[in-house]
């Protein structure tokens, strides 16, 4: 019988994962990421030469990439649904031609303070002197540079707001102050998009943020008491937190949608799929929701602040592994898989539409 159990559970988790089918896009696609570790697919490496060492990278890649998880991240699976190769980071200078767009995602961001690297204010002037750069480039005779009509019809995505949250309540904030910040933090996303739309860009790719007081990370470090669990072993306060800003950022894509008429602009739930993982983790073929793969200390969460992934003697579980939590922060490659699948399938999103609608 529990062979049988296994067989059913690969079976599933085969099933969800993005299909193979031919993306209809008509044109190249071309995408531009901005974002924290959630997106970065090297640009805290290539920024400030940062060492991520292996376990990192070991599923899909065989190497570490700069990528904060064993193998590909979301972004990664939605770039192959759409046929096009990995985004390069954009302080990636060896070997990048950008010729598919570029990722300004970098580990650890936020919105606010605005004025340090990286936070979303300073990747968008970062992508502002990248468009430039390519037209001073375009109008010197190069033919490799992205012309105005392909910045105008680039995907833009946006998935940035939990380091705020995070920071916010590490800083010891009450609920109250956390939640006082939030609209700061929307105003940023507000400021992102129009600044981006301002100078061509008409197709935008939003999500909002994961369930918090999920993950292993916060768990450890928050110690909660059970009166502070939901029914999932998840800090209520965070998730709660991490539910208003959600609901902010609903309605300031609905908002940007009647005054931008020209553009359009998708909301994506990612909290409900990766609250479901949690939720359902059995369904999905995982075991231990909230216990990271790399780190130190066992059950229940793995995790220790002083003994994380690669370093020390931390530990990563076997490959192949049915861990929903990576290195007690990030998705494993697994669960970044079924997370594509569920967007793919448009469920999750407001308005309802191909992740391809972007380059039909």
């Given at each position: 019988?529990?062979?049988?159990?296994i067989?059913?559970?690969?079976?599933?988790?085969?099933?969800?994962?993005?299909?193979?089918?031919?993306?209809?896009?008509?044109?190249?696609?071309?995408?531009?990421?901005?974002?924290?570790?959630?997106?970065?697919?090297?640009?805290?490496?290539?920024?400030?030469?940062?060492?991520?060492?292996?376990?990192?990278?070991?599923?899909?890649?065989?190497?570490?990439?700069?990528?904060?998880?064993?193998?590909?991240?979301?972004?990664?699976?939605?770039?192959?649904?759409?046929?096009?190769s990995?985004?390069?980071?954009?302080?990636?200078?060896?070997?990048s031609?950008?010729?598919?767009?570029?990722?300004?995602?970098?580990?650890?961001?936020?919105?606010?303070?605005?004025?340090?690297?990286?936070?979303?204010?300073?990747?968008?002037?970062?992508?502002?002197?990248?468009?430039?750069?390519?037209?001073?480039?375009?109008?010197?005779?190069?033919?490799?540079?992205?012309?105005?009509?392909?910045?105008?019809?680039?995907?833009?995505?946006?998935?940035?707001g939990?380091n705020?949250?995070?920071?916010?309540?590490?800083?010891?904030?009450?609920?109250?102050?956390?939640?006082?910040?939030?609209?700061l933090v929307?105003?940023?996303?507000k400021?992102?998009?129009?600044?981006?739309?301002?100078?061509?860009?008409?197709?935008?790719?939003v999500?909002?943020?994961?369930?918090?007081?999920?993950?292993?990370?916060k768990?450890?470090?928050?110690?909660?008491?059970?009166?502070?669990l939901?029914?999932?072993?998840?800090?209520?306060?965070?998730?709660?937190?991490?539910?208003?800003?959600?609901?902010?950022?609903?309605?300031?894509?609905?908002?940007?949608?009647?005054?931008?008429?020209?553009?359009?602009?998708?909301?994506?739930?990612?909290?409900?799929?990766?609250?479901?993982?949690?939720?359902?983790?059995s369904?999905?073929?995982?075991?231990?929701?909230?216990?990271a793969?790399?780190?130190?200390?066992?059950p229940?969460?793995?995790?220790?602040?002083?003994?994380?992934?690669?370093?020390?003697?931390?530990?990563?579980?076997?490959?192949?592994?049915?861990?929903?939590?990576?290195d007690?922060?990030?998705?494993?490659?697994?669960?970044?898989?079924?997370?594509?699948?569920?967007?793919?399938?448009?469920?999750?999103?407001?308005?309802?539409?191909?992740?391809?609608?972007?380059?039909?």
């Open positions: 019988m529990a062979s049988i159990s067989y059913c559970s690969i079976f599933i988790l085969i099933s969800l994962l993005p299909r193979s089918t031919e993306s209809l896009c008509s044109t190249k696609p071309l995408i531009f990421s901005f974002g924290d570790s959630n997106s970065d697919t090297g640009g805290l490496v290539a920024g400030l030469g940062y060492s991520i060492s292996p376990p990192y990278g070991r599923t899909f890649f065989r190497r570490s990439t700069g990528r904060l998880t064993d193998g590909r991240l979301l972004i990664d699976f939605l770039c192959e649904s759409v046929k096009t990995f985004l390069r980071p954009y302080m990636e200078s060896l070997g031609s950008f010729s598919n767009g570029a990722n300004f995602a970098v580990v650890g961001s936020s919105t606010l303070p605005k004025s340090i690297p990286f936070a979303l204010n300073v990747q968008i002037m970062q992508f502002l002197h990248f468009k430039s750069k390519s037209s001073e480039l375009l109008a010197s005779g190069s033919q490799k540079m992205i012309n105005d009509d392909g910045f105008q019809r680039a995907l833009y995505m946006i998935d940035i939990q705020d949250i995070a920071d916010a309540f590490a800083k010891k904030y009450s609920y109250a102050q956390v939640v006082k910040r939030i609209p929307l105003a940023e996303i400021n992102a998009i129009k600044s981006i739309h301002d100078n061509g860009g008409r197709k935008f790719w999500h909002n943020t994961g369930p918090l007081g999920c993950l292993p990370q768990l450890w470090l928050v110690k909660p008491s059970s009166k502070e939901d029914p999932h072993g998840c800090i209520s306060s965070y998730n709660s937190a991490a539910n208003l800003f959600n609901e902010g950022l609903r309605h300031l894509c609905a908002q940007l949608r009647s005054e931008m008429k020209d553009a359009t602009i998708i909301y994506v739930d990612i909290y409900a799929i990766k609250y479901d993982l949690i939720a359902n983790a369904k999905y073929g995982f075991s231990s929701p909230l216990m793969c790399c780190g130190f200390g066992g229940p969460y793995n995790y220790n602040i002083n003994v994380t992934c690669s370093h020390g003697d931390a530990q990563a579980c076997n490959e192949g592994s049915k861990f929903i939590s990576w007690g922060i990030h998705l494993t490659e697994a669960a970044n898989s079924i997370l594509a699948s569920k967007i793919l399938s448009q469920q999750y999103s407001t308005p309802r539409v191909p992740f391809d609608f972007f380059c039909l």
